[in-house]
């Protein structure tokens, strides 16, 4: 099956600052990697998503980036603000039914 | 909540008991997930239905049971020999037929063993 990697676990970064959050998958096979907001005692909220057939796909301040050859899959969030605070998990496909894997999470903290 | 409703939202559990979550979707998604979420974890599989009257076992099952006998609903019964339930749980739905899409989650029942 599919093993997803995710660091940092924790991440506090100051307003206005980028944050990065890095992803590794094993299965060779995966092409569609989410990326899930989830604040506290709330369900995941899908942020973006991007499949293999592209590098980068960018919605706003949040960019999300592939390397299928080394496979690991980034989290850019640019300009961050006291609201994107929150655990943020990555996750791929795998398996017979491509269910998804989801990554240990990062507690993202923004500091004013 | 977004087309998919899971109940109770707080529920607590005495030993030796057992207790049966709720999850029902209106989006008319094939496959449905059972998650589970320990403080400061990740997501694991609970089990998983790609059609109705047919589900397969995930990550950690052991304890667990499920059914789905309409395609709106995929109950979790969380049963005495789960030594640990005490957890976050999560439902989630996807097109299956729509290759490798993101899943649209529940608002998560919060299970207490007291």
């Known amino acids: 099956g599919e093993n997803v990697e995710q660091h940092p676990s924790t991440l506090s970064v100051q307003e206005g600052d980028s944050a990065v959050i890095k992803c590794t998958y094993s299965?060779?096979?995966?092409?569609?990697f989410p990326w899930y907001k989830q604040e506290l005692g709330k369900r995941p909220q899908l942020i973006i998503d991007?499949?293999?057939?592209?590098g980068e796909k960018k919605d706003q301040r949040i960019a999300v980036t592939l390397n299928k050859t080394a496979k690991h899959f980034s989290l850019h969030i640019t300009e961050t603000q006291p609201e994107d605070s929150a655990v943020y998990f990555c996750?791929?496909?795998?398996?017979?039914?491509?269910?998804?894997?989801f990554g240990s999470g990062t507690q993202l903290t923004v500091l004013p | 909540d977004g087309g998919i409703t899971q109940s109770p939202k707080y529920l607590f559990r005495k030993e030796g008991q057992n207790v049966t979550l709720s999850c029902e979707q209106n989006?008319?998604?094939?496959?449905m997930y059972w998650y589970r979420q320990d403080p400061g974890q990740g997501l694991r599989l609970i089990y998983y239905?790609?059609?109705?009257?047919?589900?397969q076992k995930g990550d950690i099952a052991e304890g667990y049971s499920v059914s789905r006998e309409k395609k709106e609903s995929f109950p979790l019964t969380v049963t005495s020999a789960q030594k640990n339930p005490t957890a976050f749980y999560l439902c989630?739905?996807?097109?299956?037929?729509?290759?490798?899409?993101?899943?649209?989650f529940g608002s998560g029942t919060r299970l207490t063993v007291v």
């Open positions: 989006l008319n998604h094939d496959a």
């Open positions: 989630a739905s996807r097109e299956y037929t729509v290759s490798d899409y993101g899943y649209t």
């Open positions: 299965d060779s096979a995966s092409n569609y």
């Open positions: 996750a791929a496909p795998g398996g017979s039914a491509r269910q998804l894997t």
């Open positions: 239905s790609q059609i109705v009257n047919d589900f």
């Open positions: 991007i499949r293999s057939n592209v």
